[in-house]
T-cell receptor
Framework: EPEVTQTPSHQVTQMGQEVILRCVPI?????FYWYRQILGQKVEFLVS????????KSEIFDDQFSVERPDGSNFTLKIRSTKLEDSAMYFC???????????FGSGTRLTVV | AQSVTQPDIHITVSEGASLELRCNYS??????LFWYVQSPGQGLQLLLK??????LVQGIKGFEAEFKRSQSSFNLRKPSVHWSDAAEYFC????????????FGAGTILRVKS
């Protein structure tokens, strides 16, 4: 069964530092997403990406966040200057189209100290 | 605004007993619906999905869910729960009209007692 792969599984960073979370979506998928889950809270949509551009972003996805698909296989989420409240589990997801369902990665747990 | 409600934060059932996890949604468009399961520290695994057609959908691990448009519900069921089903279950809803992003419920933690 094809998988969405996320690295690293855990990352600890100091407040104010930049972090890059990496994802390798399923190879023939077309739509890519980042979601996050703060401990004990709901899974929240951050951003969707299609045809090499952002198709939608949430209010959470401010100027500190950016996404990129640099080489046709990786899909990255960058947080420019991390804050304590960015501590969360970040999930990458991909799909061929909504009727196929969405495949989620195992997540990256980001801890900002 | 779109919303998904899972009214039960925790549910405890005995092994072998039946299970029903509730999910209600509020959407201004024709939704598509999912159930995901998450074990501690793990990712989200898709259990089943509904897009159209038969309102009773079968998923993995013996789970099924029924879409009831009149009640705006998509409840998850399993006739006989196994200890390995203990996890957190999330209902999620999307719609093409809302850009295909998923809106998740708050989750229901299932505990299984032997």
């Amino acid at each position: 069964e094809p998988e969405v792969t996320q690295t690293p599984s855990h990352q600890v960073t100091q407040m104010g530092q930049e972090v890059i979370l990496r994802c390798v979506p399923i190879s023939n998928h077309l739509y890519f997403y980042w979601y996050r889950q703060i401990l004990g809270q709901k899974v929240e949509f951050l951003v969707s990406f299609y045809n090499n551009e952002i198709s939608e972003k949430s209010e959470i996805f401010d100027d500190q966040f950016s996404v990129e698909r640099p080489d046709g296989s990786n899909f990255t989420l960058k947080i420019r200057s991390t804050k304590l409240e960015d501590s969360a589990m970040y999930f990458c997801a991909s799909t061929m189209g909504e009727s196929y369902g969405y495949t989620f990665g195992s997540g990256t747990r980001l801890t900002v100290v | 605004a779109q919303s998904v409600t899972q009214p039960d934060i925790h549910i405890t059932v005995s092994e072998g007993a039946s299970l029903e996890l509730r999910c209600n949604y509020s959407y201004g468009a024709t939704p598509y619906l999912f159930w995901y399961v998450q074990s501690p520290g793990q990712g989200l695994q898709l259990l089943l999905k509904y897009f159209s057609g038969d309102t009773l959908v079968q998923g993995i691990k013996g789970f099924e869910a029924e879409f009831k448009r009149s009640q705006s519900s998509f409840n998850l069921r399993k006739p006989s729960v196994h200890w390995s089903d203990a996890a957190e279950y999330f209902c999620a809803v999307g719609a093409r009209e809302y850009g295909n992003k998923l809106v998740f419920g708050a989750g229901t933690i299932l505990r299984v007692k032997s």
